[in-house]
């Protein structure tokens, strides 16, 4: 491709609302371009790197024995409804209805539709198991879609599903799609982990998140220092929290606590640390057909974790309880205890405090609080996994110390086990003629978002850094003054010499000043150029590395076998 016909208007100018390297550099450097909130055009390099990305993920799941078919982007409402999702899933799912008033969503993922399409098809255990993926427009309404491509609303997933006729095949499948997309990601050339991770709104048990590495990335992921535990923070375990500190002794008795309303100052009132004391965190939680406050106690040197609360209370959305919806509920702000607690509040307790004594809480009564408590006598299902792990808390399997970094979820494959095939009435029959719903598992993959991820990972402050496997071009010849003849000779001639050689090469031959043509090289981030320049004449170019930046001089007659030598 010669630059002079490559559409790929770049830029100085940072798009406003951007703050992320790759989405920056991305729209700066010309490969995708914004048309609406969370919704993005690819450029003609964009879907180079796009189609790459995309041809990796296909010839891993290919290579799996999995078939690729192509799901609609509108389902129809019928089937969500069947599944149960189209009153839980919440606003991410666009709802909307044709001229006739049949209603349809937009897929933001193709659980239902997948099983309509093998229902009463599959009918024997002998058609099992069968693995369909797609690789696909996916639309969700997020609340905050940000980042370019990391968080759309229109974005591109692979999504496969499985159908098996027992748990221990499913159990296969999901390992077999781990070190499936264990391959995809070593082939990139990304640093990632597999971790524990919670199931979300697409149920089931079981499920593992793919992380690259990445300081930007939106999510915490917990990993141990001496095993390889890895986990969501959102669905992170710990050893049991301890301390060496001694507990206060108390007779169980309320005491007055005038104007200590936080954990910090009943601890410095009372002398005591907040491992010792029980803080409420007061939520309004959306449930499928009401709302209502729910309250959460954990250890005061504890953080809650939303997603663990919300699993805890099964609640669509939690948000933080107002003070008037507190007051409404019967409960006192910073005096809220679990003992004595209004009648009809629903309330979990952190399973670590199970048990527990010596302990302090709010007593439900303005200025007073409980000491000498004990946790017990509640009825078992109001304990529940409720804290954010932390850095330094010791690992569950091995007592390592546990640390915090950021990643960025890539893949996320699930065990859903029955959920959809019983809610739908998906069924086969076994070795005995018996009907039973498949067992099923699904696989997705961020396709667009890989692409936002390469270069979050991969960039400098002056631009994109493609790797090999993914540069919409590996090396750009860059002629320095296109009016010199020879050099344009020359440029020309190596350049269809390395096409010939199947090199994805690009000429700037582009009549602009070098400097201009150079900070374009930049920006885009090639792997290598090589600058045909004033020692042309000598018979000498410049090989340089995106990476380093390095330039290396070299005879005309040596740069080709160079490049080809640094390309395999
Ligand atoms: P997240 O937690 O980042 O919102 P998710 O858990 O909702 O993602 P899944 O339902 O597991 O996403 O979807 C599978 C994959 O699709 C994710 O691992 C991610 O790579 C990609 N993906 C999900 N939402 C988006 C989005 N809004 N924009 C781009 N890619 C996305
Ligand atoms: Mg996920």
């Known amino acids: 491709m010669r630059f002079s016909n490559l559409y790929a208007p770049t830029t100085k100018e940072t798009p406003k609302d951007a703050q992320l390297p790759s989405h920056i550099f991305l729209t700066r450097a010309g490969f995708i371009q ?32 999995a078939q690729e078919v ?55 255990y002998k058609q099992l198991p069968l693995h369909l993926y797609q690789i696909t427009t996916k ?7 940000r980042f370019g491509l990391l968080r759309g609303r229109e974005f591109t997933m692979k999504d496969g599903y499985s159908f098996h006729a027992s748990q221990e095949d499913l159990v296969r499948e999901f390992n077999l799609m781990e070190a499936t997309y264990t391959r995809i990601l070593e082939r990139l050339g990304l640093k990632f982990r597999a971790v524990e991770a919670d199931s ?79 803080k409420a965190v007061i939520k309004k939680a959306v449930f499928q057909d009401k709302e209502a406050v729910v309250v959460f106690f954990v250890r005061g040197c504890d953080a809650l974790q939303e997603t663990k609360a919300q699993n805890a209370c099964g609640a669509l959305e939690l948000t933080d309880a107002t003070a008037e919806e507190i007051e409404k509920a019967g409960l006192i702000a910073g005096y809220c205890g679990p003992i004595g607690l209004p009648e009809g509040v629903e309330f979990y307790i952190d399973q670590e405090l199970e048990g527990e004594a010596n302990l302090i809480c709010g007593a439900n009564e ?16 109001r304990f529940k996994d409720l804290v954010a792990v932390e850095a330094g808390d010791c690992c569950v399997a091995c007592g390592g110390k546990l640390g915090i970094t950021k990643g960025i979820e890539v893949g996320h494959i699930f065990q859903l086990g029955q959920k959809y095939s019983k809610a739908m009435n998906a069924t086969f029959l076994d070795q005995n003629g018996k009907a039973q ?44 003054n296109t009016k010199d003849e020879e050099s344009l000779a020359y440029a020309v001639s190596l ?74």
């Open 70 to 124: 192509q799901m609609g982007v509108v389902s129809p409402a019928d089937l969500w409804q069947e599944s149960g999702r189209y009153s839980v899933f919440g606003k991410e799912l666009l709802r909307f209805s044709d001229r006739k008033e049949n209603g349809f969503v937009l897929g933001p993922t193709h659980e239902e539709v997948v099983v309509d399409m093998v229902r009463n098809r599959i009918n024997s």
């Open 495 to 568: 350049y269809e010499s390395l096409k010939a050689k199947g090199v994805e090469v690009l000429l700037d031959d582009r009549n602009e000043r070098f400097g201009f043509k150079m900070s374009d090289f930049e920006l885009i981030g090639f792997p290598y150029a090589v600058v045909v320049g004033k020692d042309f004449k000598e018979g000498k170019v410049e090989l340089v590395s995106r990476k380093t930046l390095e330039k290396e001089g070299m005879g005309i007659d040596v740069v080709e076998a160079e490049i080809l030598r640094r390309l395999v």
């Open 200 to 278: 979300g709104a697409i149920g089931g048990s079981g499920s593992k998140e793919f992380m690259v590495l990445a300081p930007n990335g939106e999510d915490d992921i917990v990993v141990c220092d001496g095993c390889n535990y890895g986990a969501n923070i959102e669905a992170a375990k710990r050893a049991k929290k301890t301390t060496t500190l001694e507990a206060p002794q108390a007779n169980p008795a309320k005491f007055h606590t005038p104007n200590q309303n936080t954990i910090e100052a009943v601890g410095a009132y009372l002398h005591v640390d907040p491992f010792y004391t029980i």
């Open 366 to 381: 303005q200025d007073y609080h409980w000491v000498g408590v004990k946790v017990a006598s509640f009825k078992p299902s």
């Open 437 to 480: 719903p498949f067992w099923m598992g699904c696989y997705g993959v961020g396709v667009s978002r890989l692409i936002a991820v390469m270069i979050e990972t991969s960039h400098d402050e002056k631009g994109c850094i493609w790797n090999l496997q993914t540069a919409p071009y590996a090396v750009e010849i860059i002629v320095s």
């Open 34 to 65: 914004q048309v609406g909130s969370g919704l993005y055009n690819f450029l003609p390099m964009g879907k180079i790197v796009f189609d790459k990305i995309r041809q990796v993920v296909k010839e891993e799941m290919d290579n799996a024995g």
């Open 139 to 145: 639309f969700r309404d997020e609340a905050r879609p």
